[in-house]
Every structure is written in structure tokens, then in C-alpha cells.
């Protein structure tokens, strides 16, 4: 989206060099499993500014008094967890890269999430990037005046807080295995930390333990990146481990209640230049006639799951509980990504870290680029210059 960072990119590539790219990316790793694009993404000052802003507004409704109040219906209450601390200790804000009706680049809100994502795994590959790739030195993939080090100490502050790194364990069911075990390796190698799947831990009393080599280890804090989606109709796994639903004597990074309160849920509470116009099905006093306008969006998804693009009548009629669905104007991307055989279509998640008693601060970025009719990487297998990668900014 820089055009003279962008051709000098697509000048110096080749096959040669991305399959290069790709084999030091995941050296001393398993193979990655998803597909990592071919490019990073070029981000103008004008339009990191908007990006900022956009969070700005979100971070603002998040810090009111009242949003646990206003958020305590998106927990369900068979996954309410106890113990819920004051705040989030991640912010995830997924934006599609769209055209405002003066033509300039705007961001648009798609998804927002108060749950980690791969804050390890980024930084990673923008250094995989520039160690392959001549990227100009006054883009960067960071952001507010963070580098590696400021960054890296950040992570560890919110992370592991004032435990040792042996008392603290990145959780998730079969965590070895996950699509994005990657970066809970790289994490680890930042900072210490164990990788545990659900499977690992053992509760005595209210206490949580794993072993190693033939201890017995309290767990003080968990890094947790189970998702409830994924177990809610196999919760008889919690019989081998421990059930997260209770009491326990564990600190939660982040606590798993703000996966819900800062989600799709949020998104009608927001009204911004930003945000596209979302209700809730069950406040819709009539249906638009223009829904092809629309998306359907469950609440209780991930990764696209069960969102329906091409909305009919018949299909809202039909949902059986309209209070966990929202009803959202169609954002259309603009293919603004110059790719060898054209543009793609671009998304950009700004990644925020919250630590304990502080501000949530925006620190590194996520961005993902799609031919397909979604952005997921699932949905765009049999493209090339598409798929996850990183943005680096004009400073």
C-alpha cells in the first residue's frame, strides 16, 4: 500500500528466495500448518493513524465502568469462570482494509477478541522477513515506540508476572499439536515458560500441579489458549485434568471470561466511522430488505465458523436463538495489496498488551491476505500471495 515500498518488494522477489523465507521460519520448529504469505504488508503513516484511532475508540468503551455490566450477558453461564479479575491482559482488533466514500484506505472493525494471539509467533517472522528480504528501515513491525527488547520485557511482565517461568504454563488441549503450536514454541524460547496441554495438569485440593522429572510442580499463573468452543460438547476430558469452571487457586493470563465480554458480543455497543453498523438478531424490529448487504455472524464462533455471507430471510427466521447472533453490514475489502497477478484483499489485527495495574498498550500486528471470499487461511488453500504475514509501518 506504500506503491515504492511495494514495487521494490515485488522486484526482489523470487520462488527461490520465499521457499528460503519459509524453511528459516520454521527452523528448529515442526512445519507450520497454515500458510504463510509470500509478502509482508506495507502500511502508510495515514493509515496506521486510522488504525490507532479505530482502537482508541474501542479501548474507550472497554475502560468505562460499566462494560462488565454492560458485557455480563455474552458470558454464558455454564462457562462462567470465578475469580475474574478487572482486566483484559490482551486485545486482539481485527480490521479489514476497505475504501471510504472519498476513495482514501480505511480501516473497518471485523472481529475483536480479549484473548491472546500470536504475539510470539509475529515478531518472529518479521525478523524471518528481513533477514530474507530487503525491508526499509523506516518501516516497522512494531509499533508505539516499542523495540525487541522493550518488547520482549513487556511479554514477560504480562505473562509471567511475579512468578518464576517454571510456575507458569501456556495451556492448551494437546498443545503440542494446535495449528499454532508454533508460536507457543517461540514464546517459550522468549521466555521459559512450560507448554502444558490440558491433559498435563493435575488439581490437589485447589492447587494445580504438573511433573517434571519426577516432581511435582505447583502451577502459580496459566497462559491460557483454550478456547471453551472447542470442549464444549467434551467437557468429560475435565475429569483427567482439572475443570477451569472451579474454584481454584490459579492466576489466569488472560482470565478465560474476557474471550466472551471482549468479542462479537461488543461490537453493538460501538458506534464509530470504523465499525459497520451491528445489532443483535433478537433487537431486530424488522429485517433490511436489502440483505445481501449483510453478513450473519454467531457469536459464540471462531475463525469464521457458522458465519452465513449470503443472508436470506429464510435464514433468520430460522435461527432459534437470536440473541447469540448479530446481523452486521457487509465490509467490503478493497484489493489493495499489489500482488504479480493482481490485488488481494488485506486484514490487519493490532495486537495490545494489558499488564496488571498499567495501560493497555499497542505493541506488534498481525495482518492476513486473501483471494477467496473470506479472509481465514482455510478459505484460500489453492491461492498464492495470500495467507497469514506481518505489517510493517511507516514510522
Known amino acids: 500500500m506504500i506503491p515504492a515500498q511495494r514495487q521494490k518488494y515485488n522486484q526482489q522477489f523470487t520462488e527461490e528466495k520465499y521457499q528460503t523465507f519459509l524453511t528459516e521460519l520454521q527452523h528448529g520448529y515442526a512445519e507450520i500448518p497454515f ?3 509470500e509478502t509482508p504488508v506495507f502500511f502508510p503513516k495515514v493509515l496506521k493513524e486510522k488504525l490507532i484511532a479505530a482502537g482508541e475508540e474501542i479501548i474507550n468503551l472497554i475502560k468505562q465502568t460499566d462494560f462488565k455490566t454492560l458485557t455480563q ?5 455454564n462457562w462462567n469462570v470465578p475469580n475474574e479479575n478487572e482486566q483484559p491482559h490482551f486485545l486482539t482488533f481485527d480490521f479489514g482494509i476497505c475504501k471510504n466514500d472519498e476513495g482514501e484506505l480505511t480501516p473497518m472493525l471485523i472481529e475483536m ?3 491472546p494471539s500470536l504475539y510470539g509467533f509475529q515478531h518472529h517472522l518479521a525478523k524471518t522477513f528481513r533477514a530474507n528480504f530487503e525491508i526499509d528501515g523506516s518501516l516497522n513491525h512494531l509499533l508505539n515506540g516499542f523495540n525487541e527488547e522493550r518488547y520482549i520485557n513487556l511479554l514477560r511482565e504480562v505473562i509471567i508476572g511475579n512468578h518464576q517461568p517454571n510456575e507458569v504454563a501456556l495451556m492448551d488441549l494437546d498443545a503440542p499439536n494446535q495449528k499454532t503450536a508454533i ?11 512450560k507448554i502444558l496441554g490440558l491433559e498435563d495438569i493435575r488439581k490437589i485440593g485447589k492447587q494445580l500441579f504438573y511433573q517434571e522429572n519426577g516432581q511435582q510442580i505447583q502451577l502459580k499463573r496459566i497462559y491460557n489458549r483454550l478456547i471453551f468452543d472447542e470442549v464444549a460438547n467434551n467437557t468429560e476430558i475435565f475429569n483427567n485434568s482439572f475443570d477451569p469452571r472451579e474454584e481454584l487457586d490459579i492466576e489466569w493470563v488472560t482470565h478465560p471470561n474476557w474471550f466472551y465480554r471482549i468479542s462479537k458480543y461488543t461490537m453493538p455497543f460501538l458506534k464509530s466511522e470504523f465499525v459497520p453498523e451491528t445489532r443483535f438478531l433478537n433487537d431486530l424490529n424488522t429485517i433490511p430488505k436489502d440483505l445481501e448487504n449483510y453478513v450473519l455472524k454467531p457469536l ?6 457458522g458465519v452465513i455471507i449470503d443472508v436470506t430471510e429464510t435464514d433468520i427466521i430460522n435461527i432459534k436463538d ?4 448479530i446481523l452486521q453490514k457487509k465490509v467490503n475489502y478493497e484489493p489493495a495489496v499489489q500482488a504479480p497477478d493482481g490485488g488481494v484483499k488485506a486484514e490487519i489485527r493490532m495486537m495490545y498488551l494489558w ?4 495501560e493497555p498498550q499497542l505493541c506488534i500486528n498481525l495482518a492476513r491476505l486473501s483471494k477467496g471470499k473470506m479472509i481465514g487461511v482455510r478459505y484460500n488453500a489453492d491461492f498464492d500471495w495470500v495467507g497469514g504475514t506481518i505489517g510493517f509501518m511507516e514510522e
Open 73 to 77: 450477558q455474552a458470558i454464558p453461564s
Open 113 to 115: 477478541q480479549g484473548f
Open 355 to 358: 499488564p496488571d495495574g498499567g
Open 35 to 37: 500458510r504463510v504469505a
Open 300 to 305: 459464540f464462533s471462531f475463525a469464521g465458523m
Open 322 to 325: 437470536p440473541e447469540n447472533w
Open 183 to 193: 508460536d507457543f514454541f517461540v514464546t517459550q524460547k522468549l521466555l521459559g515458560i
